[in-house]
């Protein structure tokens, strides 16, 4: 038995180590103090921070795994450059973070797990449930624009949603928990113009909005206005951290236009249907916990925890 032990580990080779809380508790007590002040300063300037720093971490995890691949710039084949990004921010902030850690703890602090880090204490600072990150991660060795050209598209039908998410071994609890995260931060309006005016044949608007809804998003975004003009994705609850925005989806006042697909599958239906309606609460769904597994769970997409397969960067924006 002990033989055939060792043949298997030959060919199959030492297993790659799992992430766990508190990884950095001896070789950088601080990490995680660290990096949330800078989330917690640049938030004090920039309202929008939380909001950046959940989506950037979603982004990362989406492409090649949570290895931080979003971050770096390799010229016109960087990952971050791709159309599926568009818009997203905060590497600033993850850099600065970086370059405090590496002069209080050089080498020992992966990229990848301060964008996980950073997206917790978005969660925390929102009022959102405050739960431990689990680190270990490594950067990765690659970052290519057509690596991300299947991202989830705020324009593809939930079947598709559905296909992304499960191709990264999610499923579709997982996908209206973490749609669950527009629950704070803004959208153009660029992104809801088709919805707005082009949705039906001859023009006209997606029937599924609330008509109560209509008159605000048309005076919002104008056809001829100002398409990157923002507005809240959570109507009246856009910077607290809470289920009010599946309430809106259920309600017609979703406003992006993969938001309100979620009610076009049964299954996603009654997954965003089961947070409201019992007056059982020891029967109904917790959003807040329920969020904090499925985005641990993202945290766990394609990690590199061995240094075959990964590096520590000594920056964030290149590979050493």
């Known amino acids: 038995m002990k033989i055939m032990l060792m043949v298997m580990f030959i060919i199959i080779g030492k297993p790659e180590a799992r ?50 691949s979003i971050l770096i710039d390799n010229g016109p084949i960087s990952e971050k450059l791709a159309v599926g990004h568009q818009g997203v921010k905060g590497f600033d902030v993850i ?3 970086k370059a405090q850690l590496e002069f209080v703890c050089p080498g020992v602090v992966s990229c990848a797990d301060i964008v996980a880090i950073a997206a917790r204490d978005a969660v925390a600072f929102t009022f959102g449930p405050i739960y431990e990150v689990e680190t270990g991660r490594r950067d990765g060795f690659v970052s290519n624009i057509s690596l991300a050209d299947n991202m989830p598209d705020f324009s593809d039908s939930i ?20 749609t669950g995260a527009h629950t704070i931060g803004t959208a153009a309006c660029f992104f809801l113009m088709d919805r707005l005016y082009n949705f039906l044949p001859g023009g006209g608007p997606d029937p599924s909005i609330n008509p109560d809804f209509l008159p605000e998003l048309f005076d919002t975004c104008p056809p001829d206005g100002d398409i990157n003009f923002r507005l809240p994705i959570d109507h009246e609850s856009g910077e607290d951290f809470d289920n009010h925005i599946l309430q809106n989806i259920r309600s017609g006042f979703a406003v992006l236009p993969s938001d309100a697909k979620l009610l076009d599958d049964p299954t996603t239906k009654r997954i965003v249907d089961s947070y409201f309606g019992s007056t059982n609460q020891s029967v109904t769904p917790a959003f807040e916990a329920d969020f904090v597994k499925s985005i641990l769970k993202m945290g766990r997409i394609g990690v590199k925890t061995s240094s075959k ?12």
């Open 19 to 68: 992430l766990k809380v508190g990884f950095y508790r001896k070789t950088c007590p601080d990490a995680e103090s660290i990096v949330g002040g800078f989330v917690r300063d640049a938030a004090e300037f920039n309202q929008q921070i939380p909001a950046i720093m959940l989506r950037l971490h979603f982004h990362d995890c989406f492409v090649q795994g949570c290895d931080g």
């Open 95 to 97: 850099e600065d973070a």
């Open 159 to 178: 079947h598709l949603l559905k296909q992304k998410f499960f191709d990264k071994g999610l499923n579709e609890t997982d996908l209206v928990l973490l």
């Open 309 to 320: 397969r990964g590096e520590i960067r000594r920056v964030c924006n290149r590979f050493n």
